[in-house]
């Protein structure tokens, strides 16, 4: 009986540390699902936590997010990691091929220990019987087999590969950015095929009827990007250089604000290709500016909000002085923000802007050129200004840009 001792202690111990262990992995597959910012893609407005059916307005049609909680019927729960695996790094589920939309072709950099932890995680997911949305999307587009030749054509899966020759930091962002995080979905642009253009890797690119700006070093540290100012937009949706809108608003709500402190310094790192502390440039405002329609426009739209010199009010409205929208020669987000307006944005107790009007409706070409130049002029070193014809035409791409992501 003596020698059975250990044996039972040992079978008592066992299924304890297994539990445990189970545990962890969830539990790091839940983080890792936060960094993939899978929630806010798979739940519709009201709906259920990963039930789908959130509609994604592409090129070709209307395409529904899948139900991806553990329902063994209408979810993922009756499938093998095997299957689980080959849909998030191949595009291929059991039931044919993905569509794009879902970005199998940022997934297949995760590293198969990574994979394995967001397998357990879903696999522990509170089930959802709702069905599956049809996708209604336009010939050729609508034949399934189709998307196999775009994969022949369009996508080589590889898991992360380390670059030795930069830190740890560095290279941890390149992973948690490029794999999870998805980020060239949509700041990298798209060629002829909707491919990625690998060779703009973040470059910037139009998404429905907003820019996802040009986020490569080059471009951040020009415009004055600091170190800490990434960390804060990426943590908060605030930082001194702006905030953010459209998609990236949910983006930051649902998955980056999750990022812990270890993954928001490797972002950073690697955003601004440095283990250094870049401290960035000074927002400064230009008097010189103070005269014309513009300035009259400003001081009458938009100074009780932003500020005479464009310094903001905190948890009301965010400083111009240097923001992001105003630094960038592309002015798309500039003009819809100023003609559609924006609204509120909440990000935690501490964090959240108020709504701001439309001013569409108020401004002719002539008027809203004035006052783009003008906060061009004292917000910004860019020496970008417009004409009417410039406005004009760039007005009529934003307001049919707005018609089309509404239909």
Known sequence: MKKLAPLALLMAISPMTMAEADNELIKKGKYLSELSDCYACHTAEGGEPYAGGLAFKTPFGTIYSTNITSDKQQGIGGYSFEEFDKAMRHGVAPKGNLYPAMPYTSFDKITQEDMRALYAYFMDTKPSSQPNSENDVMFPANIRTGLKAWNLLNHSPQEFVADSSK??????GNYILNSFGHCGECHTPRDMTMAMDHGQHYQGAMIG???????????????GW??????????TGYSRKGTVVGEMYTAIYHSLSKFDERDLQA?????????EEIAGKSLAFNIDANQGEGYQLYMGYCAGCHGIEGEGKPNFAPGLAGNGSLVHDNSVNLLVATLFGIKPQHYSTLVSFDDMPAYGGKLNDAELTGLVNYLKAAFTESPVRYTEAEISALRKEVEDNQKNAAH
């Open 167 to 172: 830190s740890d930091d560095w290279n941890r």
């Open 209 to 223: 009827n907003v820019w996802a700006p040009d986020i490569t070093p080059e471009a951040l540290i020009e415009q």
């Open 226 to 235: 600091s170190t800490q100012d990434v960390k804060h937009l990426l943590s």
């Open 267 to 275: 972002a950073a790192t690697y955003l601004l290709d440095s283990d």
